[in-house]
Nanobody
Framework: QVQLVESGGGWVQAGGSLRLSCAASGSTFSSYVMGWFRQAPGKEREFVLAISESGGITYYAATVKGRFTISRDNAKNTVYLQMNRLKPEDTAVYYC????????????????????WGQGTQVTVSS
């Protein structure tokens, strides 16, 4: 089992940047695929990015490709989400998630593909 805690959210003007962190504890961090999701008010939770266990492979949703970057430091048990050129439509609660087992495709884009979740951190982008 793994516990996840996000940090780094806040308020930023459109065009600005934020860096979110997700610290993991309780299990072997490097054995998990890690993902970031977001959920805006009244909307379903939406996949943003995922990174493989070693950090060598990433997968991005089209809405954030070229603006957001996911990375991880397995020595620090932390995954990061660098968000650049933020837009008001990026406003949401951002969640990190861990995926422990899978068959076939390594990344999951549905929330049900992930086993553990953090509590979320609010990101607000003003126009």
């Amino acid at each position: 089992q793994v516990q996840l805690v996000e940090s780094g959210g806040g308020w930023v003007q459109a065009g600005g940047s934020l860096r979110l962190s997700c610290a993991a504890s309780g299990s072997t961090f490097s054995s998990y695929v890690m993902g970031w999701f977001r959920q805006a008010p009244g909307k379903e939770r939406e996949f943003v990015l995922a990174i493989s266990e070693s950090g060598g492979i990433t997968y991005y949703a089209a809405t954030v490709k070229g603006r957001f970057t996911i990375s991880r430091d397995n020595a620090k048990n932390t995954v990061y989400l660098q968000m650049n050129r933020l837009k008001p439509e990026d406003t949401a609660v951002y969640y990190c998630a861990a995926r422990s087992e899978y068959s076939g495709r390594w990344y999951g884009v549905g929330p049900g593909s992930y086993d553990y979740w953090g509590q979320g951190t609010q990101v607000t982008v003003s126009s």
